[in-house]
């Protein structure tokens, strides 16, 4: 359970970030950090992390075209929570990106 302090934090974050860091929100949390932290490990050379650049473009790309998918067969949310995204993923077999 997050303490007092943590969650004060955690509001004094602007809504967009708070957003861009919630796994039900953003599907490819974990491809966007992977990224940002290869390019502080690079000293921000773009050409040593492009292949995981791609694996988050990939990423973006799979979400988006289930999101499109969901909204015209009417489901809601468009984009799955975190756990649903788990159960698509584990029956898949494989990761798709």
Same mark, same amino acid.
């Given at each position: ?6 969650? #004060?934090? !955690? %509001?004094?974050?602007?809504?967009? !970030?708070? =957003? @861009? =860091? ?6 490819? %949390?974990? #491809?966007?950090?992977?990224? !940002? ?10 050409? +040593?992390? +492009?292949?995981?650049? @791609? ?25 799955? !929570? ?6 698509? %993923? ?8």
């Amino acid at each position: 359970f997050p303490t007092s302090a943590c969650r #004060e934090k !955690t %509001l004094r974050m602007p809504m967009v !970030t708070r =957003r @861009l =860091r919630d796994p039900d929100i953003n599907p490819c %949390l974990s #491809e966007s950090d992977a990224s !940002t932290r290869c390019m502080a490990e690079n000293n921000y050379d773009k050409e +040593s992390c +492009s292949s995981h650049f @791609l694996k988050y473009k990939n990423c973006r790309k799979f979400w988006n075209s289930v999101m499109i998918q969901r909204r015209q067969n009417g489901v809601k949310p468009p984009m799955p !929570t975190a756990a649903e995204r788990d159960e698509i %993923l584990g029956a898949m077999g494989k990761m798709p990106y």
